[in-house]
């Protein structure tokens, strides 16, 4: 069974940074797109930012110059480097891998738990 695994959250002061990390485990035989979505109390979950297998990046315009996504695919891993953090960056954020579990498998969207960051001001 496939599982995805978030760390890197917590509280940091406004103009901080954190890196997000995510790791995917189980029956895997290829990863697509990797992304990251976050979700404030109130509002509906957004993208933050995806990455293709191809390295290919696309950013919500709100953290455009700010957030980097990169992956590590040998280590079946998609980061998320936050810096120049503003509180409204403040949500639970979660990470999505599109996954072959099997050469004939189709793929299939996995989601990690979520972890908090709260940029205070």
């Known amino acids: 069974q496939v599982q995805l695994v978030e760390s890197g959250g917590g509280l940091v002061q406004a103009g901080g940074s954190l890196r997000l990390s995510c790791a995917a485990s189980?029956?895997?035989?290829?990863?697509?797109?990797m992304g990251w979505y976050r979700q404030a109390p109130g509002h509906h979950r957004e993208l933050v930012a995806t990455?293709?297998?191809?390295?290919?990046?696309n950013y919500a315009d709100s953290v455009k110059g700010r957030f980097t996504i990169s992956r590590d695919n040998a280590k079946k891993t998609v980061y998320l480097q936050m810096n120049s953090l503003k509180p409204e960056d403040t949500a639970v954020y979660y990470c999505?891998?599109?996954?072959?579990?099997?050469?004939?498998?189709?793929?299939?969207?996995?989601w990690g738990q979520g972890t908090q960051v709260t940029v205070s001001s």
């Open positions: 999505t891998m599109g996954i072959r579990e099997r050469i004939s498998s189709a793929t299939n969207n996995y």
């Open positions: 189980g029956s895997i035989f290829s990863i697509n797109v």
């Open positions: 990455i293709t297998s191809g390295s290919t990046t």
